[in-house]
């Protein structure tokens, strides 16, 4: 059983270039999370996806950061018109069922690096 | 919204000893309390949870606690090994929805 995947694992862009960031699940799981982690801080929340929703998007910057997951394929997160302050890693977290407080299982990161 | 609150933010004990990392909650509402532990570059890794039903947990070596009237959970970590260097982060959830403490860096020392 794939534990949750995610690509690129580090991602390299200028400034003004847009960063698309994919998460798939666990087998299973249709909730779908994502994270910010800035360099020796926590895990900021940014967005609360299931499959064709967003249902939780308070913590996500309002201008050039968008996310989808879809019914078929991962999940995206995107940012674009990047700048120096996006650099960060990005991790997603995946469970099966909201209601019944499973937890949440982590993928690998993508790394984002703006220049 | 919920406010998480983790302290300390770093910790150095010797090896054998006990490590205590402790967090506040805001939101009475928070149900779910997961501890993760992240090694340097690698991924958030659940190691121990409590809901808000139990007050007490072990796991091996691992135990957390919580004390829903004064609103906060403690990891308690015994007999610490070199291996046990990491972050951990505490968090608690309310329908699904996690707010993570900073983290507390925890070196063990030999």
């Known amino acids: 059983n794939a534990g949750v995947m995610q690509n690129p694992r580090h991602l390299v862009r200028r400034r003004g270039q847009e960063a698309r960031l994919r998460c798939s699940p666990m087998?299973?799981?249709?909730?779908v999370y994502w994270y910010r982690q800035l360099p020796e801080e926590g895990l900021k929340f940014m967005v609360y996806?299931?499959?064709?929703?967003?249902?939780?998007e308070s913590g996500m910057p309002k201008e050039r950061f968008s996310a989808e997951f879809p019914k078929e394929g991962p999940s995206i997160l995107r940012i674009q018109q990047v700048v120096r302050g996006d650099s960060a890693a990005y991790f997603c977290?995946?469970?099966?069922?909201?209601?019944?407080?499973?937890?949440?299982?982590f993928g690998p990161g993508t790394r984002l690096l703006v220049l | 919204g919920e406010n998480v609150e983790q302290h300390p933010s770093t910790l150095s004990v010797q090896e054998g000893d006990s490590a205590v990392i402790k967090c506040t909650y805001s939101?009475?509402?928070?149900?779910?309390f997961p501890w993760y532990k992240q090694e340097l570059g690698k991924r958030p890794q659940l190691i121990i949870d409590?809901?808000?039903?139990?007050g007490e947990k072990k796991d091996q070596r691992i135990a957390v606690t919580l004390n829903k009237t004064a609103k906060h959970f403690s990891l308690h970590i015994t007999e610490t090994q070199p291996e046990d260097s990491a972050v951990y982060f505490c968090?608690?959830?309310?329908?699904?929805?996690?707010?993570f403490g900073a983290g507390t860096q925890v070196v063990v020392t030999p």
């Open positions: 968090a608690a959830s309310s329908w699904g929805k996690f707010q």
């Open positions: 996806l299931q499959k064709e929703n967003i249902i939780d």
């Open positions: 409590i809901r808000s039903n139990v």
């Open positions: 939101d009475s509402a928070s149900n779910y």
């Open positions: 977290a995946s469970s099966p069922n909201r209601v019944n407080q499973e937890t949440q299982y």
């Open positions: 087998k299973g799981h249709s909730h």
